[in-house]
């Protein structure tokens, strides 16, 4: 049964930083693109970034609202995706989850493993 675990969530004042990691297990895990959604209270989930798959090139993408002070990397050994969070923002705080698709990134929520997510809370 395939899992994803999240970790690294918490409490960071405006300005700061904080890196999310998120673990899998019974995943192939280099044949699968990993993304970063983030869901606000009363809103959408949305894409934060994604990482693609060893076929893919490892390409990486993000949204608008995170390009420049977010970085999505993954480490296939350890099967594990991670997501460095710089120069936080009040606006950055929701849930964070993870979330797993069969090679290639999607903005879109349509994949096919999630996590249960990760509470980032950023105070101005």
């Known amino acids: 049964q395939v899992q994803l675990v999240e970790s690294g969530g918490g409490l960071v004042q405006a300005g700061g930083s904080l890196r999310l990691s998120c673990a899998a297990s019974?995943?192939?895990?280099?044949?699968?693109?990993m993304g970063w959604f983030r869901q606000r209270p009363g809103k959408e989930r949305e894409f934060v970034a994604g990482?693609?798959?060893?076929?893919?090139?490892?390409?990486?993408a993000y949204g608008d609202s995170v390009k420049g002070r977010f970085t999505i990397s993954r480490d296939n050994a350890k099967s594990t995706v991670y997501l460095q969070m710089n120069s936080l923002k009040p606006e950055d705080t929701a849930v964070y989850y993870c979330?797993?698709?069969?090679?290639?990134?999607?903005?879109?929520?349509?994949?096919?493993?999630w996590g249960r997510g990760t509470q980032v809370t950023v105070s101005s």
């Open positions: 990482a693609e798959s060893s076929a893919r090139g490892n390409n990486t």
């Open positions: 979330a797993a698709r069969f090679l290639i990134v999607s903005s879109s929520p349509d994949y096919s493993y």
């Open positions: 019974e995943l192939p895990f280099s044949r699968y693109a």
